[in-house]
């Protein structure tokens, strides 16, 4: 554990930074510059990701101009960016924490792969060290998301990282709750559209199930049948009992997804996002190693899912490599306190 305490400020924009107010209401909340990606649905991902290359640069020079506000007025010590890309301090200890050492191009455009990883490690070198959320070799989760190829400098692996713990007790097969549930999650137009098609599946299902919708505009209960129910958002403490107490989970294929799946032992029918070719990757992958059926969006078929899932195996939870996180913290940051 940490020899010392912490005094955590939290940045973020838009849902996201909604959801980790309300998960740590104690902690004090900045706005950081959106980098406000928009996607479509024709799936044209690189294109679209190109053209806005310019926003997404402005968002990271506004994003190191508030840093260093915040290092003067906050006087911070250490700074860690989930894969924003602006955040990197010649002044104080930085870490970039990320699930993607290789960023993988789409079919036709692999060639570029090594002008991404050139452009991808230019971004890393601006802080002070990487901290890489999954295990090394074999035990890899996200495999080649995370592959190095020649190891890394002042890289680290730290094992996945979920906001869950597993709890000792079984979980309550009481008759209130969800047999099904489904998780929604990441980028408009697409959460939407999958959302939609999960609800004109689920209301013809005669089993009780519950959508989580993944906005956090509102907080809200909807009964959409007598066996389907809606809700925008929920904590942490409120998901975990519902996910460890549900017979069947649909989800995203995102990457914080998974770890989360991974430590309560649970599997899952996923559904990578239609474009996004780190999704599309880590549901092929993950497909490969058996622990999940994986379900096209276009193709979607929910008897198909619940099928494949009837005769899954029981999986142990996942150990989180927590002391070597609790390590690097120290290592990292307890020099830079005073």
Known sequence: M????????????????DLLKREFPACEAVEFP??????????RILGIMLRQLPRMF??????????NRLIDQRRIHGVISCSRFGLGSRRIPSVYLTHQIQILAPPGWRMFEPLL?????????????????????????????????????????IGTLSRFSPSNQPPAKSAGRFEILAILSGPEPQRAIFEALLTEHLKGCTRSSLIVRGVTESVGWQRRSDHLTLTDS???????????????????TGYSTVMDLLALGRTAILTPTPGQTEQEYLGQSLRRKGR???ESQAGFDLQRGLKALENQPHYPPVSLLSEVLYERIEALFGRSMP
Do not use: N
């Not at 601006?126 to 190891?151: H, K, M, N």
């Not at 929920?234 to 995203?252: K, Y």
């Open 234 to 252: 929920l904590t942490a403490e409120e998901l975990q009992p519902l996910m460890e107490a549900a017979d069947v989970i649909i989800s995203r």
């Open 34 to 43: 959106a980098y406000d990606i928009r996607y479509s649905r024709k799936h």
């Open 292 to 294: 999940f059926h994986v």
């Open 117 to 157: 990883r050139l452009a991808h490690d230019a971004i890393r070198r601006t802080y002070t060290e990487t901290w890489i959320s999954d295990f090394p070799g074999e035990c890899c989760v996200a495999g080649r998301l995370t592959a190095q190829g020649q190891p890394l400098p002042r890289a680290a692996h």
């Open 58 to 67: 402005r968002a990271a020079r506004a994003e190191q101009r508030l840093l």
């Open 2 to 17: 940490l020899r010392r305490d912490f005094r955590v400020i939290i940045g973020a924009a838009g849902r996201p930074l």
